[in-house]
């Protein structure tokens, strides 16, 4: 059993060392809160990047985010190719009065169209206010921080392997390529060198070595005795 007070005893002298620091205030809004990199914000809006697959407004457990969309034809990108059509983005908005900021629209989306953002100054005097419109989800894009850097030490992405491969491939028959090229450009030029009117033995008008002068026969050289 313990001493009788003795927790109060504690409970006094952490009080004490409390009251004998020198307290911090952060001069806000003049000085910027210093917040973690994975800061909870808001949500900026890629839009380039978004196809109205509706994914996040399904899964969205507070039903806040609104999607308004319509379709267009795109003509074929070669003659006689197939007309296509295609989603247009017309409003996107995510209503923060009922955003709990779970992050589970930034998960799905497919096509990271969505990031958060540690932006946090966002308040309104009326709460209606709080529907922001794809233009403020976008202004919010530019205050997305970047990504962190990779641990040296981790595993290659299999994207970024995959696509090394492609290329050290690519590159191997392209060097495969020239050097089969040159291989062909040396035999023809052997070949020519040794052609009819080239400089090697097999030719018509090579010479077998002697002269007329030379000769010891008394021929001129057609048969006839001189």
């Given at each position: 059993?313990?001493?009788p ?8 002298a952490?009080t ?8 911090h205030?952060a ?18 809006l890629f839009e ?10 399904r899964?969205c ?6 999607i308004?969309s319509?379709?267009?034809?795109v003509p074929?990108?070669?003659p ?11 409003r ?5 009065a009922?955003c ?6 930034i998960?799905?989306c497919?096509f990271d ?5 540690p932006?946090f100054e966002?308040?309104?005097?009326d ?9 403020k ?8 921080p970047?990504?962190?850097?990779l641990?040296?030490?981790a595993?290659?992405?299999k994207?970024?392997?995959?696509a ?6 690519l590159?191997?028959?392209?060097a ?13 030029a ?8 080239g400089?090697g ?12 002068s030379d ?8 048969g006839?005795?001189t």
């Amino acid at each position: 059993m313990g001493i009788p007070g003795s927790g109060l005893a504690k409970g006094l002298a952490v009080t004490l060392r409390t009251m004998t620091r020198k307290s911090h205030t952060a001069q806000y809004p003049d000085a910027q809160p210093e917040l973690p990199p994975r800061t909870r914000g808001v949500i900026g809006l890629f839009e380039e990047n978004c196809t109205v697959c509706m994914l996040c407004a399904r899964e969205c457990p507070d039903w806040c985010i609104y999607i308004d969309s319509h379709k267009e034809t795109v003509p074929p990108a070669a003659p006689g190719g197939r007309e296509r059509s295609r989603n247009v983005l017309d409003r996107f908005a995510i209503d923060f009065a009922l955003c709990m900021y779970c992050g589970i629209c930034i998960e799905v989306c497919p096509f990271d169209a969505l990031f958060w953002s540690p932006e946090f100054e966002y308040a309104e005097e009326d709460i209606r206010d709080l529907t922001h419109e794809r233009d403020k989800l976008r202004d919010w894009m530019w205050t997305v921080p970047a990504p962190p850097a990779l641990d040296p030490r981790a595993e290659e992405p299999k994207e970024i392997g995959a696509a090394r491969k492609a290329a050290d491939k690519l590159a191997a028959a392209e060097a495969t390529a020239a050097a089969e090229a040159a291989q062909a450009e040396a035999e023809r030029a052997s070949d020519a060198g040794d052609g009819p009117n080239g400089t090697g033995t097999n030719g018509p008008n090579a010479s077998d070595g002697t002269d007329a002068s030379d000769r010891t026969d008394g021929s001129d050289g057609n048969g006839a005795a001189t």
